[in-house]
């Protein structure tokens, strides 16, 4: 995309600018991080860039974007029409702009959070490949005949062998018990009234 000289101010984006998306799936975001010297952007992204560094924290506008897009908040009511964020819409909405420290820690948990949810997602995903490797190898052994079915069925575990599972009552602490018997039948008293 070719732009002149005189319009980079307009149609080229800064590290820390936030990049909007105006169709398809409106209001997805993401933030510039200055990959390349001089980056133009398309008419179909918003480009929102802070207008006082020290009181606007981009990182949150972005997680406010994430959400209000998440929940539907740029849907217009038009199903059957593809889905389509103007620059006027865009300067239409509020948003809440909390103090630049209050940003910042809410950026600070936000972004914590999704470390942990994400490493959480690589594990559960590492799992699910390694079982999945398990499970081809076992059928591969099963159907070579490597693996006897009915031998490894006799080795299995004994019922008995099994961690005995706890309920209710097994948790509760010394004289814990008239406590909830208590509850429960004062429970039971105000269901049958």
């Known amino acids: 995309m070719d732009i002149a000289p005189e319009e980079y101010g307009r149609y080229t984006v800064r590290r820390g600018d936030l990049l909007v998306c105006e169709g398809g799936e ?47 908040a740029f849907n217009d009511g038009h199903q059957s029409t593809i889905a389509h964020l103007t620059g006027d819409k865009l300067r239409a909405y509020r948003f809440p702009f909390p103090s630049a420290q209050e940003q910042a820690d809410i950026v600070e948990y936000l972004d914590h959070s999704v470390l942990v949810v994400e490493d959480v997602i690589v594990s559960a995903q590492n799992e699910i490949s390694l079982l999945r490797e398990y499970r081809t190898r076992l059928i591969a052994d ?38 909830a018997d208590g509850d429960l039948g004062a429970a039971s008293e105000e269901t049958e009234a």
């Open 26 to 72: 409106v209001g997805r975001c993401a933030i510039w991080s200055g990959e390349l010297e001089t980056c133009g952007f398309q008419k179909a992204l918003h480009r929102l860039r802070p207008r006082q560094s020290e009181r606007d924290v981009p990182r949150f506008m972005y997680y406010v974007l994430r959400v209000a897009a998440k929940g539907n």
């Open 142 to 179: 099963v159907v070579t005949g490597k693996l006897d079915v009915r031998v490894a069925a006799a080795n299995l575990p004994d019922e008995s062998d099994e961690p005995e599972v706890l309920d209710n009552s097994d948790t509760l602490a010394e004289g814990d018990e008239d406590t």
